[in-house]
C-alpha cells in the first residue's frame, strides 16, 4: 500500500514564498509516479507538478513554471514543492498524489490527469492574499 502524506501550506502575502513537503511509503524507489495538484474552490483539480526518479525530469504546469520548483530527499522518501513569487490565483488546496509505475501509461501524455493517481494525500491549504 503506497501512502502519500503532505506538510506545510499557510497563508501568505502575493510574492512570498512557502515550501510543501510530500512524505511518501509502501513503494520502491523508481516504481511510483509522484505529482502535485491542486484545487480552488468552486474549480476543477489541476496538475501542478510531476516527479519520476529525478527532479531534473519534472513536469510543471504553464501556470507556475519559473516560480515552483520541486527538490527531493531520497533518504527520507521526501519531495518538496518550492513555491516561489505566489500570486492570489495559487490559493487553493494542493494534494500529493502518486501511481505505480506501469509501462502503458505516459507520463508525458498524462501526467496531469488526476483520475489516473490511486493515492493521496489528505491536501494541505496554500492561502495568497493581495
Known amino acids: 500500500q503506497v501512502y502519500v502524506a503532505e506538510s506545510g501550506g499557510g497563508s501568505v502575502q502575493a510574492g512570498g514564498s512557502l515550501r510543501l513537503s510530500c512524505k511518501a511509503s509502501?513503494?520502491?524507489?523508481?516504481?511510483?509516479?509522484i505529482a502535485w495538484f491542486r484545487q480552488a474552490h468552486g474549480k476543477e483539480r489541476e496538475g501542478v507538478a510531476s516527479?519520476?526518479?529525478?527532479?531534473?525530469?519534472?513536469y510543471y504546469a504553464d501556470s507556475v513554471k519559473g516560480r515552483f520548483t520541486l527538490s527531493q530527499d531520497n533518504a527520507e522518501n521526501t519531495l518538496y514543492l518550492q513555491m516561489n513569487n505566489l500570486k492570489p490565483e495559487d490559493t487553493a488546496m494542493y494534494y500529493c498524489?502518486?501511481?505505480?509505475?506501469?509501462?502503458?501509461?505516459?507520463?508525458?501524455?498524462?501526467?496531469?490527469?488526476?483520475?489516473?493517481?490511486?493515492?493521496w494525500g489528505q491536501g494541505a491549504q496554500v492561502t495568497v492574499s493581495s
Open positions: 498524489a502518486a501511481r505505480l509505475w506501469d509501462y502503458n501509461w505516459s507520463r508525458a501524455d498524462f501526467w496531469s490527469r488526476a483520475t489516473d493517481y490511486k493515492y
Open positions: 509502501g513503494y520502491t524507489y523508481g516504481n511510483a509516479y
Open positions: 516527479f519520476y526518479r529525478d527532479v531534473k525530469d519534472a
